[in-house]
């Protein structure tokens, strides 16, 4: 199984700063990495698939790069309502389905 | 719109058995993988099971394997999943996910249903 790590796991960040989220698996997993976005008692929401391709009605912000196995998740100009946890997950190889361990972005 | 809505959730104790299941609406349902994925309390994300649009392909996580099984209704535009053996450890919101049609994408969610295993 491919093993997903995420760095920091938690983040204290201020309204308007860039932040940058890094995500390293445990082989190469080409691009087939993609971010998702949980606030507290929801449901997580898509925000980049494919490493850096975002998804429709997410705001331009939010950015992913990254191939092989280190990814990173960035947001460039944090608004009051980035602040949630953030997981990977890779789709190279599946089954099965593996997120990374999730990063905590709070407020500072 | 899309809309998953999961219902089935409540207590149940060590041993026993639980039927999720999941209602989709706004999309054509039987075009798309679907999948479950669960969130112990205050845990990350695991995935437990996926099915393909015909039910041709079955996968299941290790943790789940034997006990779970997936099923879907095109006709009834609904995802299942039945429990059976259930463990403390299997406590957590169990969320339906569709597949974005390419490679394992999970655009979609539903809200959770909570299932609390313990006697």
């Known amino acids: 199984d491919i093993q997903m790590t995420q760095s920091p796991s938690s983040l204290s960040a201020s309204v308007g700063d860039r932040v940058t989220i890094t995500c390293r698996a445990s082989q190469s997993i080409s691009s087939y990495l993609n971010w998702y976005q949980q606030k507290p008692g929801k449901a997580p929401k898509l925000l980049i698939y494919a490493a850096s391709s975002l998804q429709s009605g997410v705001p331009s912000r939010f950015s992913g790069s990254g191939s092989g196995t280190d990814f990173t998740l960035t947001i460039s100009s944090l608004q009051p309502e980035d602040f949630a946890t953030y997981y990977c997950?890779?789709?190279?190889?599946?089954?099965?389905?593996?997120f990374g361990q999730g990063t905590r972005l709070e407020i500072k | 719109e899309v809309q998953l809505v999961e219902s089935g959730g409540g207590l149940v104790k060590p041993g026993g058995s639980l039927r999720l299941s999941c209602a989709a609406s706004g999309f054509t349902f039987s075009s798309y993988s679907m999948n479950w994925v669960r969130q112990a309390p205050g845990k990350g994300l695991e995935w437990v099971s996926s099915?393909?649009?015909?039910?041709?392909?079955?996968y299941y996580a290790d943790s789940v394997k034997g006990r779970f099984t997936i099923s879907r209704d095109n006709a009834k535009n609904s995802l299942y999943l039945q429990m059976n053996s259930l463990r403390a450890e299997d406590t957590a919101v169990y969320y339906c996910a569709r597949d974005r049609a390419i490679a394992t994408v999970f655009d979609y969610w539903g809200q959770g249903t909570l299932v609390t295993v313990s006697s």
């Open positions: 099915i393909s649009s015909s039910s041709s392909y079955i």
């Open positions: 997950q890779q789709s190279y190889s599946t089954p099965p389905v593996t």
